[in-house]
């Protein structure tokens, strides 16, 4: 029967792509099917052919469900899911009860989605052509059914069973649109289905969501994999990489054929090649099926599969192979670490062991590393880091030296492990932060990414030397064709972007800085332990650094002459004040201070804090008022940059707040109670978890409103005042340029902190009277009902209701415009409680020792708010 000359013109008109298939058989009728595009005017050329449909294709691309089940009974179970949950379509029968269900997809970019294959179990056993199987596939891009002809298995015309009569009668445009998620459900749902009838997975069979088609295998972001230069091999070329590659995937499968094709030309000995390293797979089906898909490899596709890809992963494959046999040789080191029964063995004995087995194999050293830890908790009850179990293995970084030229694959992964080869040693990266950092000489500095792209030009320029140990003339020329390509801006950045998760750089931020007794500067770092200078130690994996060198012996008289002048020569406030900044510098803010040095202008203050904060370089950080001043809301979730950007100091220098600011008292309770602190830069989705290191510093001519009474934040509070005024003191003389002076003096003022940390641990804060009758003045002054129990209520053998308490406040307090520091009764109430007794009598509150003696509505507050 003329199908094609029947149905073409109207499939046509309805939009579908057609392509002619072969009499008795399913395939089409020529090579390159795939990129066909016929017309009407070609309808008679083929006028005899059957008609097949080009899938994933065109403006209405087309996909199918083939239901490849020969149970009946689970092919209409199945059929009946999806026109519920995919919509009733046109539906065609060739070989019953398989059936074929037509959709539009969503976009035409799919490839192939299949789902595993299953059998009776009794059949499960047996050779894959053997087996009695079943499973759905959805046609995608490259591919076809057949929709018009005579099945070659039943001899019968296939037949269209829906109501509406099949695609001549129902436009392309029309068919219910399905999505990929929709695709990958009805995979799953098809094998639970399958799972529920009794039947079970064929083995090594697996669902594939997108698969590839053999027109769309080539890797087009792989340029080198899909050069149209062939290598140049012999059979025995070929066949030595062929034995390390697994032929049980299929597209693998697919692009070992198709490159053996390319390089070969198509010759028949190269296909039986195939042939002879396909028959071997559990799921090969016959000769006849490789000799199809050979004959299909001619121009399908404008990109193609080639023997560089077939050498790239045949050398990938027979590592993996190396690795795998390494892996079986770790057994006596793991059961050596298992035996241990002594710590200092464990890390002196077995630990360096274990290095020298793992070698370079980064993934082996992590590894080995876990069991070691784990290993060293079990005997000690403590935890031991990663940067330590590394150590003891011969080093966090491992120097890696190319001994041949297939030591680092010709990929991007490939030039960023040679980048770290090379300078490994040199970069960190921290990935809760993004950031890198680069050893300096002294400790690890921040960088941006255009400095470790530096890195990564060096390493392209440097692979010529890589070259010439690569004895093979073919690929030696593969190799400078890689060189020449690694020189693109694309290629540099993802060397450098591939790095940032190799464990040889990937540190976690938790390890950075994580010994508080050491603080970072110009030459090395300070043991705050016992004030010796320690050479500079990558890993110690310091990141801060004072930018002042620390000479225990400098000395700092101007500072030493400020501080003493600011305080009227009290040297009992200024040892104070030095045990106080000592303190500070440790990291470790055990006492839960907020230091707020206050007084006047022109007292000094400014000038004492400026120099130390210089003194300290990166561990004094500036922060805005707003911070710790504000309405106090917290920002559960956001953003908080601010904080972050405090991770690790030492010293937090708060802006002069303005006046009639509150105290964020909650936060100041959180960020000095030693508790941790959840942030997160503006841009970032990854909060990172830090404990403070730093004592706040907020010094000011107007002190900030606390509205809170309770002993929490007050003992919190260290008052430091500063009350000599420079300019009115005509005792003193003011020299303009002491901030100058003080700057030559920072080795000294570094040394003078260094100093005042070792007194405080030795001896304590030791707080002076000055700072605690201060600290009390300021309570004082903050105790908001003060004035309203002096001016609106008699104290005396009385008690008054808790209502009536409340109107007198809230109309003494609206007449102030300080309504908000104490904005309910509740809250007033808890300011009451602290002060009074209660007494409840017949459902009702009393205070007992007071009574408003002046009413809400008395002119006082009248003549107040006006």
Known sequence: MSYFKEHGKTLLAHHYMIVPIKQGLKR??????????????????????????????GPFPICAVDIDVTDAELSHRFAEWCRDNLGVSCERVGNAPKILLVYRAEDSDWGKSTSAWFADPAEADKPFKEIHKHRIEVLGR??????????????KPYEWVDFFGGLTEFAANALPTITKEQVE??????????????????????????????????????????TTATIGWSLDDAKKYLEHIDNEDYDTWLRVGMSLHHEFDGSDVALELWNEWSSTASNYVSFEELEYRWNTFSGTGSTIVTAHWLLKTGRESKQAKLRLEKRQILADIKNQIADCRDQQELLQVVAKEAGKVAGTDLALRTELSGLLRQRFKQLTKISISAREVNIAMGGRKVQIALDDAQKRPMTEFGNASRMLDAYGNEIMFIAETNTWYRWNGVYWESCVNMVIEQYAKQTVLAMGDEAKKIDDDAQRAEFYQFCAMSQKAFMVKNMVTLAQSDPRVLVPIKE????????????????????????????????????????PKAKCPLFEKTVLDAFFGDE????????????????????????????????????????IFKALGDYAK?????????????????????????????????????????????????????????????????????????????????????????????????????????????????????????????????????????????????????????????RDEMDLLKDWISECCELGDYRETSQNLWVSWEAYAKARNELRYIPS??????????????????????????????????????????
Not at 192 to 220: C, P, Q, W, Y
């Open 622 to 778: 500036m922060t805005p008022a707003e911070t710790f001043l504000g309405e106090g809301r917290s920002n559960a979730g956001g953003a908080r940059e601010d904080l972050l950007r405090l991770r690790g100091a030492r010293f937090v220098y708060v802006g002069e707040p303005e006046e009639n600011k509150e105290l964020k008292e909650g936060l100041v309770k959180s960020m000095t109670g030693g508790e941790s602190i959840t942030a997160r830069g503006l841009y970032s989705r990854v909060s990172v978890e830090f404990k403070p290191t730093w004592t706040v510093v907020m010094p000011t001519n107007h002190k900030p409103i606390i509205k809170g009474g309770d002993h929490g934040i007050w003992r919190r509070l260290m008052m430091i005042p500063f009350q000599r005024n420079y300019d009115a003191d005509k005792s003193l003389v003011k020299d303009p340029n002491r901030s100058e002076k003080l700057q030559a003096e920072l080795e000294g003022v570094l040394a003078w902190l260094v100093r005042g940390a070792l007194e405080y641990q030795q001896e304590g804060l030791n707080e002076p009277n000055k700072t605690k009758e201060a600290r009390d003045e300021y």
């Open 185 to 226: 459900e009805a995979i799953k749902a098809f094998e639970r289905m399958a799972e529920e009838h009794g039947f079970v997975r064929v083995k090594n069979s697996k669902s594939r969501i997108g698969a590839l088609t053999s027109s769309e295998l080539a890797d087009e972001e792989d340029l080198l994999m899909t």
């Open 512 to 551: 950075l800085d994580s010994d508080i007794y050491l603080l970072g500067c110009a030459n090395g770092a300070v043991n705050l332990r016992d004030g010796e200078l320690v050479k500079p130690n990558q890993e110690l994996l310091i990141t801060y650094s004072t930018g002042v060198d620390y000479n």
């Open 142 to 155: 490259g591919q076809q059914f057949v929709a018009y002809h005579v099945h070659p298995d039943t001899g």
């Open 28 to 57: 089409p009728v020529m090579d390159g099917w795939q990129n066909v595009r016929l017309t009407a005017s070609d309808i008679p050329r083929f006028a005899n052919q059957g008609v097949g449909i080009l899938t994933g294709q």
């Open 572 to 611: 009992e406030m200024a040892n104070f004040f030095r045990r106080l900044m000592g303190y500070a510098i440790l990291g470790n803010p055990k006492e839960n201070l907020m230091v707020i040095p206050f007084g006047d202008g022109s007292n000094g203050k400014s000038t004492v804090l400026t120099t």
């Open 825 to 866: 009764s509740r809250a007033l109430a808890r300011r009451l409680n602290s002060k009074f007794k209660v007494q409840r009598s017949n459902g009702k509150g009393f205070y007992l020792g007071l009574r408003v003696s002046i009413p809400a509505d008395s002119d006082l507050f009248d003549g107040e708010s006006s």
